[in-house]
């Protein structure tokens, strides 16, 4: 029963003032008293950190007992390029309508399908080279595949010379390198004025669109499938360049609405005259307000090319003609199509639409940002349509600044307060959160400042901060929002000019083995701990994470005394280090780095 004070407030303070002094005189004792303890068991060794002593001192049984720990064992080397829910032979059980096969279909842990060993690298692995070089090469012995250097020879995609791989920026659709092709595109769509920043690639090859909008300020989303192209994305990402496996079939892109300022297509081999258009109304739900779409290669410029195509003038009218009609349903204006290329533009808002009762509109604007493991036959064949404006020149959703104030200028979504729960206070609160973060991450990993890292993920994404703080460097980060946990806010990181995508951390995610330096994960694993074995999460972070790479996580100490658990026996070494704010924040932080280590070749 709680304590009568009579009502007298002064009785009160003094009673509280009192509980509070004994409360900071016992937890002060308990320090000194756990100091000593972990200082005698480490034979005088001064334990780093409070963090230190609370483990040692209150899990020792746990991290330390050796029967309990599981030693995960180096998977065969068959698996070295492992990709758990776009493995080709799962894949062919599938139906190859709509490219379905080549979806995500992940393995069965119920059914023992998924592996509980470490991905190998390959013998005489290679750190991959620093940024901006690794543009141009990588080593052949981290991705040994010469089939694109072959098969697209001509073309310029990529080449072997002795130990490396070089990239000399060509593409199907820029026989003069990506360089000269992006300069076409700048004098027909404003690429330098800040007002483009995020991009989409569809079917990407080795993403060099990409590589070279970078230098321009501008970030794409590359993807392409694992499909006979092989390595394509894995390349793309050896290089320091954004992408992700994915492909455009039955379902709807792992992105919110309204997310990019341009979408591109250089023959990339998707059938945009297909079902009733339905490609073009995925891009289209993507697309902010205004935004430019982009296509180069069939059906464009079909009179000159048909017989290089080897397909016939009307197959190509047809397409072509089809294309234009869906572009019209949807209220893209055609900017222009000169030379190769053709340049679309979505209106700023729908009221001229609307008006105009073009039929293809959908009822409801709730479905807009539902987009993981949406199937198109779920989903009405019409137009997502855009936020209410009470004018014609207004931006639906609202306008965004240019870069890069973009990435501190408060979004539109919080702004109109469409996200539940995020306030303007909170995203402000927030970015500051995250400087004195990365400030205080700089000085407990070293090589975090001097350029070692280019390819960032942060887990559980929140609001963009991780990424907004280390805007200036030179990384990119990959924002992943857990999927279906709310709030949703996807939507705002790309209001901000990063990009991301959404996932499942109880499956495993779209890349290729070894291609991220740094994995963030800030309260990832209490997110999931009651949804999946989190054993499953850090032997996916290991397959994505190269050797000597690092992972960040921020958790309560028994989530972090778990991960530990796990992590000693994955080749990992870790340590627990305070708070930013001091050793009495009950968050921690857990460093774990990924040694290096590779497969054994095979034996003649």
């Known amino acids: 029963m709680a304590k009568d004070h009579g009502g007298?407030?002064?009785?009160?303070?003094?009673?509280?003032?009192?509980?509070?002094?004994?409360?900071?005189?016992?937890?002060?004792?308990?320090?000194?008293?756990?100091?000593?303890?972990?200082?005698?068991?480490?034979?005088?060794?001064?334990?780093?950190?409070?963090?230190?002593?609370?483990?040692?001192?209150?899990?020792?049984?746990?991290?330390?007992?050796?029967?309990?720990?599981?030693?995960?064992?180096?998977?065969?080397?068959?698996?070295?390029?492992?990709?758990?829910?776009?493995?080709?032979?799962?894949?062919?059980?599938?139906?190859?309508?709509?490219?379905?096969?080549?979806?995500?279909h992940c393995p069965n842990k119920e059914e023992k399908e998924a592996l509980r060993c470490l991905i190998p690298a390959p013998p005489n692995y290679k750190i991959p080279f620093k940024w901006p070089q690794s543009k141009d090469y990588a080593w052949f012995a981290n991705i040994p595949h010469k089939e694109l250097s072959i098969e697209k020879a001509v073309q310029n995609w990529v080449q072997v010379e002795g130990d490396r791989l070089r990239f000399p920026g060509g593409g199907t659709m820029f026989p003069h390198g990506a360089d000269a092709y992006i300069d076409d595109i700048?004098?027909?769509?404003?690429?330098?004025?800040?007002?483009?920043?995020?991009?989409?690639?569809?079917?990407?090859?080795?993403?060099?669109?990409?590589?070279?909008?970078?230098?321009?300020?501008?970030i794409a989303m590359s993807f392409a499938p694992r499909d006979t192209h092989e390595a394509q994305v894995w390349f793309a990402l050896e290089r320091g360049v954004?992408?992700?496996?994915?492909?455009?079939?039955?379902?709807?892109?792992?992105?919110?609405?309204?997310?990019?300022?341009?979408?591109?297509?250089?023959?990339?081999?998707?059938?945009?005259?297909?079902?009733?258009?339905?490609?073009?109304?995925?891009?289209?739900?993507?697309?902010?307000?205004?935004?430019?779409?982009?296509?180069?290669?069939?059906?464009?410029?079909?009179?000159?090319?048909?017989?290089?195509?080897e397909r016939s003038q009307e197959d190509l009218k047809k397409e072509q003609d089809s294309i234009e009609e869906t572009a019209r349903q949807l209220c893209w204006k055609k900017v222009i199509e000169k030379g190769d290329l053709s340049v679309w533009q979505k209106p700023l808002n729908h009221n001229k639409c609307i008006k105009n009762k073009k039929p293809l509109m959908c009822k409801s604007r709730d479905k807009a940002d539902a987009a993981w493991y949406v199937m198109y036959q779920d989903m009405e064949a019409c137009i997502t349509p855009l936020p209410e404006v009470t004018n014609s020149n207004e931006v639906a959703g609202g306008a965004l600044e240019k870069w890069p104030e973009?990435?501190?200028?408060?979004?539109?979504?919080?702004?109109?307060?469409?996200?539940p729960s995020i306030t303007v206070e909170k995203f402000k609160e927030d970015n500051k959160v995250w400087s004195e973060r990365v400030s205080y991450y700089k000085r407990l990993i070293g090589l975090?400042?001097?350029?070692?890292?280019?390819?960032?993920?942060?887990?559980?994404?929140?609001?963009?901060?991780?990424?907004?703080?280390?805007?200036?460097?030179?990384?990119?980060?990959?924002?992943?929002?857990?999927?279906?946990?709310?709030?949703?806010?996807?939507?705002?990181?790309?209001?901000?000019?990063?990009?991301?995508?959404?996932?499942?951390?109880?499956?495993?995610?779209?890349?290729?083995?070894?291609?991220?330096?740094?994995?963030?994960?800030?309260?990832?694993?209490?997110?999931?701990?009651?949804?999946c074995d989190i054993t499953y999460i850090l032997l996916e972070m290991d397959r994505i994470l190269r050797p000597e790479g690092t992972v960040i996580f921020r958790d309560g100490v028994e989530a972090l005394v778990k991960i530990k658990s796990i992590a000693d026996g994955m080749r990992w070494q870790s340590r627990i280090v305070d708070h930013e704010s001091g050793p009495f924040n009950p968050e921690k932080i857990l460093i774990a780095v990924k040694t290096y280590w590779t497969g054994e070749p095979k034996r003649e």
């Open 448 to 531: 975090l400042p001097q350029g070692r890292y280019r390819n960032v993920m942060d887990a559980n994404a929140y609001l963009g901060g991780f990424a907004a703080a280390l805007a200036k460097h030179p990384v990119w980060v990959m924002n992943v929002v857990p999927a279906k946990i709310e709030p949703d806010t996807l939507g705002i990181i790309y209001e901000r000019g990063f990009i991301g995508t959404y996932n499942d951390w109880c499956e495993a995610f779209s890349t290729y083995p070894r291609t991220y330096d740094l994995i963030h994960a800030g309260g990832l694993i209490s997110l999931y701990q009651d949804r």
């Open 186 to 218: 700048s004098a027909l769509v404003p690429l330098t004025t800040g007002t483009i920043r995020t991009a989409i690639d569809t079917g990407c090859g080795v993403a060099s669109w990409g590589a070279y909008l970078l230098r321009r300020d501008i």
């Open 8 to 104: 007298s407030p002064k009785l009160y303070q003094l009673e509280s003032k009192r509980k509070r002094v004994t409360w900071i005189v016992g937890v002060s004792g308990l320090c000194i008293f756990f100091y000593i303890l972990g200082a005698w068991q480490n034979n005088g060794r001064r334990p780093t950190s409070s963090a230190e002593v609370y483990t040692k001192s209150h899990h020792q049984l746990v991290v330390n007992n050796t029967k309990s720990l599981e030693n995960f064992p180096p998977c065969e080397m068959l698996y070295s390029e492992y990709t758990p829910c776009q493995e080709p032979q799962r894949g062919r059980k599938f139906d190859r309508n709509m490219l379905k096969y080549r979806e995500r």
């Open 242 to 309: 954004p992408a992700m496996i994915g492909v455009m079939g039955s379902q709807r892109l792992p992105y919110p609405a309204r997310a990019f300022d341009m979408a591109h297509c250089s023959r990339c081999l998707i059938p945009w005259y297909k079902y009733d258009g339905l490609y073009l109304i995925e891009v289209d739900r993507v697309l902010r307000p205004g935004g430019y779409w982009i296509l180069s290669g069939p059906p464009i410029r079909w009179k000159m090319y048909w017989r290089g195509w």
């Open 406 to 419: 973009r990435a501190f200028a408060i979004p539109p979504r919080i702004s109109t307060g469409s996200v």
